[in-house]
């Protein structure tokens, strides 16, 4: 019999079990002159992210 090879899409999904595929960054939110982190929509914007991301966010 001959050897068959292991299909690379197999490997792949084997692989994603194994490994994390995202990890969780620290980031920082950019906004226009006009507004402020002290702004209601962008302080909730901020928390939102670091809630979702897990990770710890700045303004």
Known sequence: M???S???S???VLLLF???VSRSIPFIVLHGI???CSNQG???FTEN???FSG???YC
């Open 49 to 51: 992210l670091s809630s």
């Open 42 to 44: 962008v302080k909730q």
């Open 18 to 20: 194994f490994f994390p």
């Open 10 to 12: 197999f490997i792949t």
């Open 34 to 36: 006009g507004d402020q």
């Open 2 to 4: 001959a050897f068959r």
């Open 55 to 57: 990770s710890k966010g």
């Open 6 to 8: 292991v299909p690379i």
